[in-house]
């Protein structure tokens, strides 16, 4: 089964590029590495959800937020390679998630992104990971991810 199939399969769809809302662009590619931008939760070019995990979102809906940011970089991955087949592997993910100050659960907010990429990719899905509590991001966004793919 082919990355896109297990997409439909979940019951998703890779959304168009999100534009950029700076000087950069979604994805570089460098040799066999593809590195993508941060990217937010976007779903139909609109954000669902606003604020900090543990004030305004739960550990439960960051992990889904940062799923959709996910789903986004897979978005913009396929977009600089053509084809999410000619992934080798997920190398690192790193995962910000706007924290309430006393929030500490920041890896759980991560295994969202972390979850779903694994679920498409197999194996090729597992990766090295950081997730980062910080004071806030873009468009008060609870959380933003980016990857780094090995491809062919």
């Known amino acids: 089964m082919t990355p896109e199939q297990k997409i439909a399969e979940l019951g998703l769809k890779l959304p168009e ?14 040799g066999d590495l593809v590195y993508t931008s941060g990217q937010v939760p976007f779903v139909d070019g609109k954000l ?3 604020g900090k995990v543990g004030a305004d979102l739960t550990t439960e809906e960051g992990a889904e937020q940062a799923r959709i ?6 978005a913009a991955l396929k977009a600089e390679i053509g084809d999410l087949d000619k992934v080798v592997r997920i190398v690192k993910v790193v995962v910000f998630v706007a924290s309430d100050p006393s929030f500490t659960e920041q890896p759980k907010v991560g295994n969202g992104a972390s979850d779903l990429l694994a679920e498409v990719l197999g194996e090729r899905g597992r990766h090295a990971r950081s ?3 910080v004071a806030a991001l873009p468009l008060d966004v609870p959380v933003e991810v980016e990857l780094i793919a090995q491809v062919v």
């Open 69 to 74: 940011c996910a789903l986004n970089a897979l």
């Open 48 to 50: 669902e959800r606003t």
């Open 17 to 30: 590029v999100a534009a950029p809302a700076g000087s950069y662009v979604p994805a570089v590619r460098t």
């Open 131 to 133: 997730a980062v509590g």
